[in-house]
């Protein structure tokens, strides 16, 4: 792991770049923010911790009333009980002997929740966490519309749950129902119609559980784009929600009204301008390793008239009235947080101007 | 660092997933397809580890006649410089006081060479290498046609490198001429026509250097996609080509013939199928994460009829005829292998299917 770029009571400005910066007061306007959204309704909130892979955030959000996070992988869970996360749910299935172990060692750590969608699968973590001795949580993926993984609500599905209570050392934790293409669709209105498609799958799933004296112990899934579609539907019990806590160019780009919050941009990257070829052109020492370029560039914060165009791997070219001298620092808002802060060590946690914390990315490059 | 998925024995099937996998037998191939490309001809090869950011490839390219290696960030620098490498160009500009003061302290334990195209800039290297009794050897970027850093052949170009003259502790290395844009050009007429450009630029600041009574100690620049243009040039004294050790899926798309060699694919990313929602679709545990979609998505390696169709941030869409089933592995050829390889700690080194040795990604996300 990298030294860090900053050390406590650091001005911004003598930050070395690129450097991943959050703003502390906008990250925790944010945490109020959902809070505030959700005040009486019943839900519970299992934010995502797949885009802030830390332990440190992890924590912040469980303090802040989280029952605990999700991640993606096993490679994440285990950093983050590593970091004292008690609480995890791998919202994805896990096949292969090797995940499995990993998986079924850290039930004894922590409460550890898992996805399936397969029975061979299923039996294998069966047989891997019996043996162990291990108790885990198994919740059954519906395709509710994504064409990713997860059954269809169906007589499938049912068979995955009856299974899952054929072992006794397994719980079954409940279904997860989590519409990922839907979180960046333009319009609320596409956003609200995609999710009350997945909700009548899931009501019809749940009817199907009920035809057969199965008790459902718990919906959950939803994004930052979409989850007040899935609280008022009244179908979900939990919400996973995991960009709103940074925030980031693509999903600003989304339209934002009641009853979803405006969340606001609390992560960044701080780049510092390398060269100077022309009056109206910049080169930034940020390229396509250090601001995740799939859903679009970085935009450029708080300095109108000026656009980041093109990336290259290590520079980010920027263009515009009123560009930058060499040497001067400029904030980029990424054009996706999660694959982005997968590119770091460490956040440099800056509040009002001054470096207050550096927390680790504990599940950096844990893809396995 | 996280542990690495695969121990040396191990057969390919059985390493965990993701993993980043070196075919040795094509890597070396590729190294012995550059050196019988250069037979014969007087130049000398730097090859860029910005591609692969490891010490370990560093020193074999080295002991196969390198005469050092590029990089791109300072910080690249000082974890190939602990690796044990002897003679790093940063081939790109430092800017900075932090910046400057770590690349000077690499310069007792190594030979270092930087680009300079600013006046100020280059004072505030030649200020911090006196101070330190640093050695260190600067060369002045050309802008050649990319629109990227570097001054254009001329008057203010010929003005630094008098400046770096007056410093009797700097050493004046050369001309650094790279045309980055060029590399992926599809047809070779493009590439050939854009590099005959560049060198007619560089001819011309040779020349007024020459008036001026000054010797130029060497040009060196260009990549995999064009070296043997700037070569048959006569103009280029030295090569700094990268992907040719890995060759992506991107490259690959470049029309490859005399005078350029085609170099074979030798990197990889090893995955899983996780789940298997219909008979024309498996899903991948690789998603933009594993592997870098900034130019294009990853190609499914010697599977007729399959493609990868998407990527989200954890997972790959496969389809086509003949899907593989649940808990198969499947290896990707990247879009893109520098920004694919940093998303890595090892290596997972491979001869004919066992795992040979792990390498750690020594400069994984280095990028300050």
């Not at 910049?282 to 980041?308: C, H, N, Q, T």
């Amino acid at each position: 792991m990298l030294p860090p770029p900053a050390s406590p009571g650091q001005r911004l400005g003598d930050v070395d770049t690129p450097a991943l910066v959050v703003d502390l007061d906008a990250f925790e306007r944010n945490l109020s923010i959902l809070r505030e959204t959700l005040k009486g309704r019943k839900i519970r909130v299992r934010p995502h911790a797949k885009t802030h892979k830390s332990a440190d955030i992890s924590k912040i959000q469980i303090a802040d009333g989280a029952v605990g996070v999700c991640c993606q992988k096993v490679s994440e869970a285990q950093a983050l009980v590593e970091g004292g996360v008690p609480d995890i749910l791998v919202s994805n299935e896990v096949v292969g002997a090797q995940k499995i172990a990993r998986l079924v060692a850290l039930a004894p750590k922590a409460r550890i929740g898992v996805c399936v969608d397969n029975l061979r699968n299923l039996r294998d973590i069966a047989a891997a966490s019996g043996q162990a001795g291990a108790r885990l949580d198994l919740y059954v993926e519906l395709e509710v519309g994504m064409a990713r993984c997860g059954v269809p609500p169906g007589p499938a599905a049912v068979e995955l749950v009856k299974e899952i209570l054929r072992h006794p050392h397994l719980r079954f934790g409940g279904l997860q129902a989590y519409h990922g293409r839907a979180q960046h669709l333009r319009t609320m209105e596409e956003r609200r119609d995609v999710i009350s498609r997945a909700a009548e799958g899931v009501k019809r799933m749940k009817e199907l559980l009920r035809k057969e004296n199965i008790e459902c112990p718990l919906v959950t899934g939803a994004g930052s784009g979409t989850f007040m579609f899935e609280v008022e539907s009244g179908t979900w019990d939990e919400i996973q929600p995991g960009s709103y806590v940074f925030m980031d160019a693509d999903y600003a780009r989304n339209e934002w009204k009641a009853p979803l919050p405006r969340f606001e941009h609390s992560l960044f990257v701080l780049s510092t301008v390398m060269s100077r070829p022309s009056d109206r052109m910049a080169i930034l020492d940020a390229g396509l390793k250090a601001s995740s370029v799939d859903s679009g560039l970085p935009e450029i914060w708080k300095r109108p008239g000026l656009e980041y165009t093109h990336a290259s791997d290590e520079h980010g070219w920027l263009e515009g009235s009123d560009v930058p001298p060499l040497g001067e620092k400029v904030l980029l808002v990424p054009g996706h947080c999660d694959p982005t802060v997968n590119l770091y060590d460490w956040y440099v946690c800056v509040r009002k101007g001054k470096v207050e914390a550096l927390w680790p990315v504990s599940a950096r490059g844990a893809h396995y």
